[in-house]
């Protein structure tokens, strides 16, 4: 039996980024991570001073708590983290599909699961130079593989500066049949600190400037919306 490591099951609420950004969603966040990003929102399923807040439980106990949460109805699991695909989500989505529940997972691409294969939505979210982390393209390029036979597959970058945006145009040149969806970074993800709402709107201004300046149209541009509602509130 697979045992998982998660570090908390949430929702439903709607998905605050990217590609689904205001569908209703369940999220299972995965406990553990190969990176360590400079400015990660999630570092309580990150770093392994948390680790013992991180269940262990079965595909079939994750399961049950999906069914809980969403009252039987069918609705989007997100597989999130930590990075959701150093463990083995199989067993969970193949549940869920029986009964109808749709499924996405955000990852950076750092490693390849043949289970991508069965997602409606993979993300994959490589990640800039200000996030301190390298990315190994040739691991991402096995990522997009293992994803091709899911539903979709999209490109989701991060963009603190403009060394990040510079680098965002040349990930996407790598893979340019992937959509692409840029959010501007929260500098600010201490959940004990009010987030900004203004100084979020700034910075979504200041990315949608630099894309309009350049003509750059190929980008969708969005907010991480949960964070305009609710801040850095965890399980939202
Ligand atoms: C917490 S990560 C978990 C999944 C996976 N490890 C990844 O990074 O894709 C989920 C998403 O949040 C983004 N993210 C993390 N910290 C952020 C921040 N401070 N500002 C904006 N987005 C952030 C990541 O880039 C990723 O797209
Ligand atoms: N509402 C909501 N949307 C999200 N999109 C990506 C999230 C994540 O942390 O993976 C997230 C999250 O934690 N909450
Ligand atoms: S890869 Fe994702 S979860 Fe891991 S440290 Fe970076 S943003 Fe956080
Ligand atoms: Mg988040």
Redesign the pocket.
């Known amino acids: 039996m697979t045992v998982l490591r998660i570090a908390e099951i949430f929702g439903p609420t709607i998905q605050g980024?990217?590609a689904l950004i205001g569908e209703p969603t369940l999220f299972v966040?995965a406990g553990g991570?190969d990176?360590r990003?400079v400015?990660?929102?999630?570092l309580h399923?990150?770093e392994s001073r948390y680790r013992h807040t991180w269940a262990p439980m079965s595909s079939e106990d994750v399961w049950a708590e999906l069914r809980h949460l969403s009252g039987d109805q069918p609705v989007t699991i997100s597989l999130?983290?930590?990075?959701?695909a150093i463990q083995d989500f199989g067993p969970v989505i193949a549940l869920g599909r029986a009964a109808g529940y749709r499924f996405a997972c955000?990852?950076?691409?750092s490693l390849a699961r043949g289970w991508f294969g069965a997602l409606d939505t993979l993300?994959?979210?490589p990640?800039p130079p200000s996030?301190g982390e390298t990315v190994d393209w040739s691991v991402f390029a096995d990522c997009v593989e293992a994803g091709r036979a899911a539903r979709s597959t999209v490109m989701?970058?991060?963009v603190?500066d403009q060394a990040d945006f510079d680098w965002a145009k040349d990930a996407h040149a790598r893979h340019p049949d992937l959509p692409l969806y840029l959010?501007?970074?929260?500098?600010?993800?201490d959940p004990e600190i009010p987030v900004d709402p203004q100084a979020l709107a700034d910075r979504l201004g200041w990315l949608t400037g630099l894309a309009m300046e350049d003509r750059w149209f190929t980008p969708r541009i969005l907010p991480?919306l949960h964070?305009l509602i609710w801040g850095n509130k965890r399980g939202v």
């Not at 400015?39 to 999630?42: A, E």
């Not at 955000?106 to 691409?109: D, L, P, R, S, V």
């Not at 959010?183 to 993800?189: A, D, H, L, T």
């Open positions: 980024e990217g966040r991570c990176y990003c400015w990660c929102d999630s399923a990150v999130s983290g930590g990075n959701p955000e990852t950076q691409g993300v994959l979210s990640k996030s989701k970058i991060v603190f959010q501007p970074g929260n500098p600010e993800v991480q964070v």
